[in-house]
Structure formats: C-alpha cells, structure tokens
C-alpha cells in the first residue's frame, strides 16, 4: 500500500484556488482511499471550501472501505474475492481465511463457521457419531428385550413352582384325610370286635 499527498495552490485572475489531495493505492496501482480539499478564493473576500471523499467498495460485501486497515487480504480458500473485516470469517476447525461465499455452517452440538472440506469431514465425522448411537441404540434395546423375556420366564416358573406347591399341599391334605378315615374305620373295627368277644363269653 502506498500513500500519496499532493498539495497544488493556483492562482489566476484575482482568485487563488488550494487543493489538498491524500490517496491510498493498492500495489496495482488502483485507489483504495481518497481524500481531497478544494479552498477557492474569488478575491472578494469569498471563500468555497469543498471536500470530497472517494472509496472502494468491499467486492464481497458491498461495503465501503475508508481504511487500509478494514482490507484483509483474499479468501484463502477460493482465492479469488477480497474480505473486509466486516464480511471475513475464520474456520473454526483449521482457521483459513473465509469470504461470504465460501464460509458453511454447520449445526452439532455447537455451531460452527466451516470451510467447505472441513464441513465434509464434520458431516462425515457426525455420521459416524450417528450410526454408533444407532447401534447403541439397538443394543441397548435387544438387551432390554432380553431382560423382560427373562423376567417372564422367571415368572412362569415362579407360577409352576405355586401350582406345584399348591398340588403337593392338596395331596397331603387329601392323604391326611383318607389316614384319618381308616383310623376311624379301624377303631369302629376294634370296637365291634371287643363286643363280640365279651359277648360270646357272656353267653
């Protein structure tokens, strides 16, 4: 960047006329910034000031640059457009140089300003990220399945194991009765038994 001041002073009939030029041109010779004042006297006592402004405009966001500094250099991805401070962004994962058309965003866990490769590699990355909670998922699922089968299976034998039970009290309790009658019956026995022997004798 070059900076040229240029200050002329003309005189003609009975005026006097100041011009102060400041410009600021790029290494191509093509003006970045320009400053210029115009002092005109008529000779009557009548002074004309002017001042003039010139910019270049930002060819990826339209804006006007007034300053050296606001110029950032081209985009060093595509290489072609210059950024501005106003329209430059940085990639967040390899932090090249962006320019408004060459900057992505991509949506995560956060979001992120991304060049175009990085922004593969990132969608890449989540869909890997994706088919392993996929099959975590499944995983997680066939195991949850497998603890209610088991659970179920824990059940139906809990129930065989009740109505195994339940049979066995049953049949203890029918076999306690039947041992209870033939008590009965077998002490009937006996009775009629004795009445008929002390009978007889009696006899």
Known sequence: MAELNNVEINFGLD?????KRRLIVDPTGHTIHGNSERLTDNGQNRLHYTHRQVAIW???????ITDVAELTGRCDYCGTKSCCVHCQADC??????LCGNCRRGFVGSRILTV??????KLRQRQYLEDQMLIRKAAIENWALRQRQI???HAL??????SRMLGQIQAS??????????????????LALAKLR???GRSV
């Open 156 to 161: 139906q034998l809990q129930a065989a194991r």
């Open 172 to 189: 203890r309790i029918r076999t306690s009765g039947q041992l209870a009658a033939l008590r009965e019956i077998n002490k009937i026995k």
């Open 15 to 19: 005026m006097r006329n100041i011009f």
């Open 92 to 97: 967040h994962v390899c932090h090249r140089r």
């Open 150 to 152: 088991n659970y179920i």
């Open 115 to 120: 060049c175009p490769i990085c922004l593969v």
């Open 197 to 199: 022997f002390y009978g």
């Open 58 to 64: 930002c060819p990826n966001c339209r804006r006007p």
